[in-house]
């Protein structure tokens, strides 16, 4: 069973601060991918990766970064937190060649 | 400009109805389609999918149907059960390739919130 984990499940933050999301996989998939979910708005990708030190931007880069150094993680930073990055963040992976992304649990993020 | 559009935000049914939930999408290249399901403070899990070479995939008691020349897909679950109860995505593909770059990336719809109702 591929297996994708996000470091924290729930966490709340103060406006300014930087914080750090860390997603892992176990199946050794080359593509991993940072979303976030908001109510009516759907899933809405931020950032992916292809290959290890790799990256691109999704649709809502802004006041985002990301850092790949291993393949098997996959770090989402918000370098200065703001309410309106209040959301839930989930982390996925592929498998080069195939289409199917395996989602971890997510990570409730509350920034006040 | 949306490109996957699931325009009912939710669908209440009663168990052991049929659940039908569709999906429409403007981009031609779509090539494959598959949906997930999410319950709350869950991560999405991969339902089923299907390909744009098929017109039907069929797993138990969820069949995808797809029709091309609408652009439109539908998911059937028959019959419902009070724990299919979640939000459903629709998520659509351009044809991969197996090097690096977007192809592959999924276009996720705003969900639809299903409830079955005992």
């Known amino acids: 069973d591929v297996k994708v984990t996000q470091s924290s499940r729930y966490l709340v933050k103060r406006t300014g601060e930087k914080v750090f999301l860390e997603c892992v996989q176990d199946?050794?998939?080359?593509?991993m991918f940072w979303y976030r979910q908001d109510p009516g708005l759907g899933l809405r990708l931020i950032y992916f990766?292809?290959?290890?030190?790799?990256?691109e931007k999704g649709d809502i880069p802004e006041g985002y970064s990301v850092s790949r150094e291993k393949k098997e993680r996959f770090s989402l930073i918000l370098e200065s937190a703001s309410t309106n990055q209040t959301s839930m963040y989930l982390c996925?992976?592929?498998?080069?060649?195939?289409?199917?992304?395996?989602f971890g649990p997510g990570t409730r993020l509350t920034v006040t | 400009d949306q490109q996957v559009k699931q325009n009912s935000p939710s669908l209440s049914v009663q168990e052991g109805r049929i659940s039908i939930l569709n999906c429409d999408y403007t981009?031609?290249?779509?090539?494959?389609f598959l949906w997930y399901k999410k319950y709350p403070a869950e991560g999405p899990t991969f339902l089923i999918s299907?390909?744009?070479?098929?017109d039907k995939n069929e797993d138990g008691r969820f069949t995808v149907f797809l029709n091309k020349s609408a652009k439109h897909l539908s998911l059937h679950i028959v019959p419902s059960q009070p724990g299919d109860s979640a939000v459903y995505f629709c998520?659509?593909?351009?044809?991969?390739?197996?090097?690096?770059?977007?192809?592959?990336?999924?276009?996720f719809g705003k969900g639809t919130k299903l409830s079955v109702k005992p």
């Open positions: 990766s292809y290959d290890v030190k790799m990256k």
């Open positions: 199946m050794d998939h080359e593509n």
């Open positions: 998520a659509a593909s351009e044809e991969l390739m197996n090097y690096g770059g977007s192809q592959g990336n999924l276009i």
């Open positions: 981009n031609s290249m779509f090539d494959y």
């Open positions: 996925a992976s592929r498998d080069r060649g195939t289409y199917e992304q395996y």
């Open positions: 299907i390909s744009s070479i098929k």
